[in-house]
């Protein structure tokens, strides 16, 4: 049997779900709350098997291997496994450059 994990959301990840569904309400609320429950359930369904989302490619070419992600397309959900928590750390629009985002987030912008 494999052992359960605690899925956490970090303020960050919650803030990016929320802007994301902002956005898409504004054209369809039915939509934007189909895509929330999706979201959210994929995520959840890491308490089991965590390691199954692939490593981050643009940081594993920089020898970062501790964080994954999920693809829902077209979000990258990104989180790292920690004991027996993952922590969900960001949900990125895929069609944008992770390594922007990722910069910008550290330089606060």
């Known amino acids: ?27 369809s609320p039915q939509n934007a709350l189909k895509i929330l429950k999706s979201i959210e359930q994929k995520a959840s369904n890491l308490y089991t098997l965590p390691e199954r989302g692939r490593i981050v490619p643009e940081l594993q070419g920089e020898g970062i291997s501790q964080y994954r992600e999920l693809i829902i397309p077209p979000w990258r959900l990104m989180y790292r496994i920690d004991e027996r928590k993952v922590y969900v750390l960001s949900v990125i629009d895929s069609r944008r450059n992770v390594e922007d985002i990722l910069l910008a987030r550290l330089v606060g912008q």
């Open 1 to 27: 049997m494999n052992p359960e994990y605690k899925v956490v959301w970090t303020n960050v990840a919650e803030n990016d779900l929320k802007q994301i569904i902002d956005f898409i309400s504004i054209d």
